[in-house]
Protein backbone atom coordinates (compact mmCIF):
# COMPACT_ATOMS: atom_id res chain seq x y z
CA UNK A 1 0.00 0.00 0.00
CA UNK A 2 1.58 3.21 -0.86
CA UNK A 3 2.07 5.88 1.91
CA UNK A 4 3.20 9.19 1.42
CA UNK A 5 4.33 10.56 5.03
CA UNK A 6 4.32 14.85 5.21
CA UNK A 7 6.21 16.15 8.21
CA UNK A 8 7.72 19.86 8.97
CA UNK A 9 4.25 22.23 9.22
CA UNK A 10 4.13 23.99 12.44
CA UNK A 11 4.04 27.90 13.66
CA UNK A 12 5.85 30.45 12.31
CA UNK A 13 5.80 34.21 12.70
CA UNK A 14 5.90 36.61 9.11
CA UNK A 15 9.16 36.31 7.74
CA UNK A 16 9.98 33.20 8.89
CA UNK A 17 10.78 30.03 7.40
CA UNK A 18 9.92 26.47 7.57
CA UNK A 19 10.74 22.90 5.34
CA UNK A 20 8.46 20.22 4.45
CA UNK A 21 9.37 17.06 3.81
CA UNK A 22 7.27 14.27 2.05
CA UNK A 23 8.63 10.66 2.12
CA UNK A 24 6.72 8.09 -0.46
CA UNK A 25 6.91 4.08 -0.22
CA UNK A 26 4.87 1.39 -0.79
CA UNK A 27 5.04 0.63 -4.68
CA UNK A 28 7.46 -1.48 -6.89
CA UNK A 29 6.97 1.56 -9.91
CA UNK A 30 8.85 4.50 -9.57
CA UNK A 31 7.39 8.38 -9.14
CA UNK A 32 7.47 10.89 -12.13
CA UNK A 33 6.07 13.59 -10.77
CA UNK A 34 6.12 15.04 -6.90
CA UNK A 35 4.56 18.17 -5.44
CA UNK A 36 2.91 20.44 -3.14
CA UNK A 37 -0.20 21.67 -2.92
CA UNK A 38 -2.04 23.59 -0.37
CA UNK A 39 -5.98 24.30 1.28
CA UNK A 40 -6.61 27.60 3.00
CA UNK A 41 -9.87 27.67 4.83
CA UNK A 42 -12.53 28.01 3.20
CA UNK A 43 -11.05 27.74 -0.18
CA UNK A 44 -10.13 25.17 -2.88
CA UNK A 45 -7.01 23.10 -3.13
CA UNK A 46 -4.27 25.01 -5.04
CA UNK A 47 -0.90 23.81 -6.56
CA UNK A 48 1.84 25.19 -4.77
CA UNK A 49 5.38 23.46 -6.65
CA UNK A 50 6.09 20.66 -8.79
CA UNK A 51 9.75 18.65 -9.84
CA UNK A 52 9.96 16.06 -12.23
CA UNK A 53 12.27 12.99 -11.91
CA UNK A 54 14.71 14.83 -13.98
CA UNK A 55 14.74 17.99 -12.09
CA UNK A 56 12.70 20.11 -13.78
CA UNK A 57 10.86 22.25 -11.68
CA UNK A 58 7.51 24.51 -11.96
CA UNK A 59 5.84 26.97 -8.87
CA UNK A 60 2.77 29.13 -8.66
CA UNK A 61 3.37 32.93 -9.03
CA UNK A 62 2.60 33.19 -5.72
CA UNK A 63 5.48 31.42 -3.97
CA UNK A 64 8.20 32.06 -6.96
CA UNK A 65 11.12 33.61 -5.21
CA UNK A 66 10.04 32.34 -2.07
CA UNK A 67 9.69 28.84 -2.05
CA UNK A 68 12.05 25.73 -3.32
CA UNK A 69 11.25 22.28 -3.85
CA UNK A 70 13.70 19.65 -4.35
CA UNK A 71 13.58 15.89 -3.89
CA UNK A 72 15.95 12.72 -4.00
CA UNK A 73 14.70 10.06 -5.89
CA UNK A 74 16.65 7.55 -3.82
CA UNK A 75 14.86 8.34 -0.95
CA UNK A 76 11.56 9.01 -2.94
CA UNK A 77 11.58 12.20 -0.68
CA UNK A 78 10.20 15.56 -1.79
CA UNK A 79 10.92 18.64 0.24
CA UNK A 80 9.77 22.28 0.35
CA UNK A 81 11.62 25.03 1.40
CA UNK A 82 9.41 27.74 2.39
CA UNK A 83 11.48 31.42 3.02
CA UNK A 84 9.83 34.86 3.34
CA UNK A 85 6.62 33.00 4.87
CA UNK A 86 3.36 35.49 5.07
CA UNK A 87 0.01 35.17 6.51
CA UNK A 88 -1.73 34.33 3.36
CA UNK A 89 0.47 31.17 3.20
CA UNK A 90 -1.39 29.45 6.21
CA UNK A 91 -3.09 26.17 4.67
CA UNK A 92 -2.91 22.64 5.07
CA UNK A 93 -0.26 21.25 2.53
CA UNK A 94 -0.28 18.25 0.54
CA UNK A 95 2.00 16.06 -1.20
CA UNK A 96 1.14 14.86 -4.25
CA UNK A 97 3.04 12.14 -6.46
CA UNK A 98 2.14 10.50 -9.48
CA UNK A 99 3.80 7.06 -10.43
CA UNK A 100 4.80 5.64 -13.49
CA UNK A 101 2.15 3.36 -13.58
CA UNK A 102 -0.33 6.50 -13.71
CA UNK A 103 -1.80 6.30 -10.18
CA UNK A 104 -1.66 9.53 -7.96
CA UNK A 105 -1.29 9.32 -4.57
CA UNK A 106 -1.86 11.85 -1.92
CA UNK A 107 -0.20 13.18 1.79
CA UNK A 108 -2.73 13.40 4.93
CA UNK A 109 -1.31 16.78 5.21
CA UNK A 110 0.56 19.13 7.23
CA UNK A 111 -0.98 22.13 8.82
CA UNK A 112 1.28 25.43 8.05
CA UNK A 113 0.19 28.91 10.02
CA UNK A 114 2.33 31.86 9.90
CA UNK A 115 1.09 34.71 12.52
CA UNK A 116 1.61 38.04 11.60
Known amino acids: QVQLMESGGGLVQAGGSLRLSCAAS????????MGWYRQAPGKQREWVAT???????NYADSVKGRFTISRDNAKNTVYLQMNSLKPEDTAVYYC??????????WGQGTQVTVSS
Open 96 to 105: NALYSDYREY
Open 26 to 33: GSRFSINT
Open 51 to 57: ITKNGNL
